[in-house]
């Protein structure tokens, strides 16, 4: 958001509004993914803060390792490399 925003706060408020607050709801974190409609599901899969959930439920609920949670490390870690690529690029054009 930092790379297309011209101030700080414009940064901040476009994040929140469309980024942190759809991402809380669809995560499964307030309502769980099967209780939410079923076109609305699929969307669930795009959101990184669920496969960080079900990181953090593994681990503390059920006391499970990496080698049942690989999967889901898996998805958030190419979420952070494709997000930080993304920001890299735009920052680039941005600066030269």
């Known amino acids: 958001m930092s790379t297309i925003s011209e ?16 991402m809380v709801f669809l995560s499964g974190f307030v309502f769980t993914v099967e209780n939410m409609p079923e076109v609305i599901q699929p969307v669930t899969y795009l959101i990184p803060l669920k496969y960080f959930l079900e990181i953090l439920r593994g681990i503390f609920l059920k006391g499970v390792g990496l080698e049942v949670l690989w999967q ?11 997000i930080l690529t993304l920001a890299t690029l735009r920052s680039r054009k941005r600066l030269g």
């Open 7 to 22: 101030t700080q706060q414009q940064a901040m408020m476009t994040s929140s509004f469309f980024f942190l607050i759809p």
């Open 72 to 82: 889901d490390a898996l998805l958030l870690f190419l979420w952070g490399v494709g």
